[in-house]
């Protein structure tokens, strides 16, 4: 065959075959547009959206984007697509199949994809035989993302909240037993503000206005004074500390009461008014010059045992 195509250029051979070879073409052609109607492949429909994290807290080294992206192609958000769309009857799948969820599962994944913008942005693309559906998942996608951040977070608040408040209640027993003590020191030992009753002692021990009021007065502030200044000084802190974190508690408190979205849409999606596949004249063209190529080599046999 090889000495067959040294001694017969190939456009000799095509014009000697121009007739069978045009029979091919045409042939190929009526085929490949019947064979790529929408009679024998279900043409299919891409809703895209592009969306922009806002308002999420970064964990570790991840950038907002990323979290996004995480939680957006979580399993939780597909089981809410399926159930929301019958996905299994939509994708004409037997739900008595033993392997039906991965099946779903795979038919979801070929035809949804999350892609990273240069922009840190995230564009959701989606193809279906309904222009319609394919939009309106990327819409449920988007809410149900919403709806997933916001459960987090509220939950993250609540165990906040909750631990604020355990503390409040802690550092409410600790002021309250450290009144006690200052209740019982002042009740037992007369003795109010120990730098003020201080400075009174000092002044009548210097004018000589001593008593035995004054003396009594000396020695309980020289055995209880350093005790009541290291409680009153506990006690301030103690109390510091509650304002401190029943602010924490107020902000953890609106935080789970919050309802805000998590996702900036910045392009939404839309039911498209033309197929996105198949590709009709690709498909013709490839099958064409298949054809013709397997033609031209079965010809080159023919003529090579001639």
Same mark, same amino acid.
């Not at 964990?59 to 299994?88: C, P």
């Not at 809410?143 to 951040?149: A, I, L, M, P, R």
């Not at 009144?179 to 000589?208: E, H, P, T, W």
């Not at 103690?238 to 408190?253: G, P």
């Given at each position: 065959?090889?000495?067959?195509f ?6 000799n051979l095509i ?5 069978e070879?045009?029979?091919v073409?045409?042939s190929?052609i009526?085929?490949?547009?019947i $064979? ?6 279900t043409?299919?429909? =891409?809703s895209?959206?592009?969306?922009y ?8 080294e991840e950038?907002e ?7 957006i192609q979580s399993?939780?958000i597909r ?6 769309f ?5 994708y004409?799948?037997?739900?008595k ?8 599962n795979?038919?979801?994944?070929e035809?949804l994809t ?10 959701i693309?989606l193809?279906d ?5 394919a939009?309106d998942? !990327?819409d449920? !996608?988007?809410y149900?993302?919403?709806?997933k ?7 993250k608040?609540w165990e906040m909240?909750r631990?604020?408040? +355990? ?5 409410k @027993?600790?002021i309250?037993k450290?009144m006690d003590s200052? @209740?019982?020191?002042r =009740? ?5 503000d ?5 400075k009174?002692?000092?002044k009548?021990?210097a ?12 020695n ?10 290291? !409680? ?14 029943? +602010?924490e508690?107020?902000i953890?408190?609106?935080d789970a ?9 910045i392009s939404?999606? $839309? ?8 590709? +009709?004249w690709?498909i013709?063209?490839l099958?064409?010059?298949?054809s ?5 080599i079965?010809i080159?046999f ?5």
């Amino acid at each position: 065959m090889k000495k067959y195509f040294d001694n017969k250029s190939i456009f000799n051979l095509i014009k000697k075959w121009k007739k069978e070879l045009s029979l091919v073409l045409i042939s190929s052609i009526i085929l490949s547009v019947i $064979f790529s109607s929408s009679i024998f492949i279900t043409p299919k429909f =891409k809703s895209n959206a592009i969306i922009y994290p806002i308002n999420l807290s970064t964990y570790s080294e991840e950038s907002e984007t990323e979290q996004m992206l995480q939680v957006i192609q979580s399993q939780g958000i597909r089981d809410n697509i399926f159930k929301t769309f019958n996905l299994g009857k939509h994708y004409e799948l037997d739900e008595k199949d033993p392997y039906f969820y991965t099946y779903l599962n795979e038919e979801l994944s070929e035809n949804l994809t999350f892609r990273e913008t240069k922009y840190e942005s995230v564009e959701i693309e989606l193809i279906d035989k309904d222009p319609q559906i394919a939009s309106d998942m !990327i819409d449920s !996608i988007i809410y149900f993302y919403n709806k997933k951040v916001l459960f987090l977070h509220h939950k993250k608040s609540w165990e906040m909240v909750r631990i604020s408040n +355990r503390d409040i209640n802690i550092l409410k @027993k600790d002021i309250k037993k450290f009144m006690d003590s200052i @209740k019982n020191i002042r =009740k037992n030992y007369g003795l109010l503000d120990f730098n003020i009753q201080a400075k009174q002692v000092s002044k009548n021990y210097a004018k000589g206005n001593i008593s035995n009021e004054l003396i009594n007065l000396k020695n309980n502030l020289a055995e209880n004074g350093e005790f009541l200044k290291g !409680i009153s000084a506990s006690l301030e802190s103690k109390r510091q500390n509650l304002d401190s974190v029943r +602010r924490e508690y107020d902000i953890h408190f609106s935080d789970a009461n919050k309802v805000i979205d998590y996702a900036q849409i910045i392009s939404s999606p $839309f039911p498209a008014d033309k197929k996105t596949y198949p590709i +009709r004249w690709l498909i013709v063209l490839l099958s064409v010059m298949s054809s013709l190529f397997v033609s031209i080599i079965a010809i080159g046999f023919i003529e090579n045992k001639k």
